[in-house]
């Protein structure tokens, strides 16, 4: 099992700025993933992150928007930049194949 | 990517068993059947998964058609802490690499009630 922390846990940000969000692994993993939750709405995988190289985004999601970091096996940042409303979500980052465990989410409200 | 079908919300009283089904008519045969839940205000929890053969594991049993066109998964005694979303997912290949990665659909919101 892999147990994964998640910071901040909630945030509310004012329209055009950015936050970043933070996961950490108790364990090396070679890919993270970040999805985001809409309110209401399933989980969409925004991007996978590897270790040592950029990270490989997912249909209507740009880097420019959500860059990512990767400097190590433990630890990954999503950023969401310029936001607006509609980037209201919970932000879940997870790690595994076989069995995927997820953080607890940041939940993001954008005013 | 293979597709689930899920219904939206179902019942079950405490105590009893919930089963919950899921069709997955076009997996294709390297795929695996996946089940996850998530729980109000926390991120989803692996449960099972399989590929042909049924499985079970503290949680619950997942029970797979021969022909692997559906499966159900099997709370065997439903508790009021069961009450989540459950997604049954097929595993589809990352296109980043030989990692899978989990696509979501709507899943099931399961009640359970008193």
């Known amino acids: 099992s892999a147990v994964i922390s998640q910071k901040p846990s909630r945030d509310i940000c004012q329209r055009g700025t950015s936050l970043t969000i933070q996961c950490q692994v108790d364990?090396?993993?070679?890919?993270m993933f970040w999805y985001r939750q809409q309110p209401g709405q399933s989980l969409t995988l925004i991007a996978t992150?590897?270790?040592?190289?950029?990270?490989?985004?997912e249909s209507g999601f740009v880097i420019d928007k959500f860059p990512i970091s990767r400097p190590n096996l433990t630890f990954s940042t999503l950023t969401v930049s310029n936001m607006s409303p509609e980037d209201s979500s919970i932000y879940l980052c997870?790690?595994?194949?076989?069995?995927?465990?997820f953080g607890q989410g940041t939940r993001l409200t954008v005013v | 990517d293979a597709k689930t079908t899920q219904p939206p919300s179902m019942d079950c009283a405490e105590g009893r068993a919930a089963n919950l089904p899921c069709n997955h008519s076009t997996i294709s045969g390297n795929e695996y059947v996946y089940w996850y839940r998530q729980i109000h205000s926390q991120g989803p929890q692996y449960i099972i998964h399989g590929l042909k053969n049924n499985e079970t594991n503290e949680m619950a049993s997942l029970i797979i058609t021969e022909d692997r066109k559906s499966s159900t998964l099997i709370l065997p005694h439903a508790t009021l802490r069961d009450t989540a979303v459950y997604y049954c997912?097929?595993?589809?290949?990352?296109?980043?690499?030989?990692?899978?990665?989990?696509?979501f659909g709507k899943g099931t919101l399961l009640t359970v009630n008193p």
């Open positions: 997870s790690v595994g194949a076989t069995e995927a465990f």
């Open positions: 992150a590897n270790q040592g190289s950029e990270a490989t985004y």
């Open positions: 997912i097929v595993r589809v290949p990352n296109s980043g690499g030989s990692n899978y990665k989990l696509t």
């Open positions: 364990s090396q993993v070679t890919m």
